[in-house]
C-alpha cells in the first residue's frame, strides 16, 4: 500500500493537480485534510473517473477531511472517542465538533486523516481547545491500542505543530510568541508519540518541510515548517518500506501551501520463497 496525507487547502480549486498527483505517483490511499467544502460539494467523479472512491466530512468553507482510496473504504468514522468542539464565544463542554477527523480502515490498517487546529495565538481559546483535542487524541490513542496492540494505526494529517527546532525554518514563528512551537504542545505531540506511536517518516527522511506560506518569498527561500507528518503504531511502523515528501508539489500553477507526505507499506510481509530452507 502507498500512502499518502495531504493538505490540499480546497479540493475543488485543485482537484485536477490532486487526482493527477494520485494517479502520477501511485498513491493508493490519499488522507486529505482542509478541503473546504461539505460532502456533497465534493468533486467525487474526478477521483472514481482514476479509480478512487471517496469518503468525505465537511460542514462548510473551513475545514474538512477526506479519504481517497483504490480499495474498499470500511468502518467510517466522523470523530474520534472524546473528541471536544469549538464554538466562539462557547464555554460549555458540548460545543460542536468541527469536521477535523475521519477514520476508516483500509486493507485491514486503521487511518485517520486529521486536522488537528491551528490555535492561532497563545492567548486565544482556540489554543486551550487545540491542547484539549490533542489530549482527546492521545487518550483514544491510549485506549485503541490497549485493547488491541497489534492494531495496524495511523493518524496522519496537519497536526499544526513542528515538534523539533529543526522542523520551524519560519523567522515568524517563535517560541513563546506564537503557535506551533510552543512547549505545551510539542509535549502534546511527544505524548502522542509515547501513547505508542511513532514518526514513521522521519527515520527515512530526517530533513524537509511540508508548509511554506504563500506570503514574503517563504518557499523560494525555503523558510518552512515540518508539521504534517505519519504517525503509526508499531504494527505500521513495522511495514513500513519506503517515506517521502513530495517538495516538488509546492511549486507550479496554484498550488496548495502543503505538499504530500508519502508511506510505503509491506503489508503481505517476507515471501515464503525468500525464507531459508531448513533440513
Not at 480502515?105 to 490533542?134: A, C, F, M, Q
Not at 505508542?196 to 523560494?220: A, I, M
Amino acid at each position: 500500500m502507498r500512502l499518502a496525507t495531504w493538505n490540499v487547502n480546497s479540493i475543488r480549486a485543485r482537484v485536477v493537480r490532486t487526482v493527477e498527483f494520485c494517479v502520477r505517483e501511485n498513491i493508493d490511499v490519499l488522507a486529505m485534510q482542509e478541503i473546504k467544502c461539505k460532502p456533497e460539494q465534493f468533486p467525487y467523479a474526478e477521483f472514481e473517473a482514476a479509480g478512487y472512491q471517496v469518503v468525505a466530512h465537511g460542514h462548510n468553507q473551513w475545514n474538512g477531511v477526506a479519504i481517497a482510496s483504490r480499495e474498499p473504504i470500511e468502518d467510517v468514522s466522523f470523530a474520534f472517542d472524546g473528541m471536544p468542539g469549538f464554538q466562539k464565544g462557547y464555554d460549555g463542554p458540548d460545543a460542536p465538533q468541527e469536521a477535523r477527523a475521519l477514520g476508516a480502515t483500509i486493507d485491514g490498517v486503521r487511518v485517520w486523516s486529521l486536522y488537528v487546529p491551528n490555535g492561532r495565538g497563545l492567548d486565544d481559546p482556540h489554543y486551550r481547545y487545540k491542547l484539549e483535542w490533542l489530549a482527546a487524541l492521545q487518550g483514544y490513542t491510549r485506549g485503541a491500542l490497549g485493547a488491541d496492540p497489534d492494531l495496524p494505526l495511523a493518524l496522519v494529517g496537519d497536526f499544526n505543530i513542528a515538534p523539533l527546532d529543526a522542523d520551524n525554518g519560519d523567522p515568524t514563528v517563535v517560541e513563546g510568541v506564537t503557535t506551533h512551537v510552543s512547549p505545551p504542545e510539542r509535549e502534546a505531540f511527544q505524548a502522542l508519540l509515547d501513547a505508542g506511536l511513532s514518526d514513521v517518516v522521519r527515520p527515512l527522511v530526517p530533513t524537509g518541510y511540508t508548509y511554506w506560506d504563500y506570503k514574503q518569498l517563504r518557499f523560494p527561500r525555503n523558510e518552512g515548517l515540518r508539521i504534517d507528518f505519519v504517525l503509526g503504531s508499531h504494527a505500521f511502523a513495522d511495514a513500513v518500506a519506503g517515506a517521502s515528501i513530495a517538495r516538488d508539489e509546492r511549486k507550479g500553477e496554484i498550488p496548495s501551501d502543503h505538499v504530500p507526505v508519502v508511506v510505503d507499506l509491506d503489508l503481505e510481509g517476507p515471501d515464503d520463497d525468500d525464507r531459508p530452507m531448513i533440513f
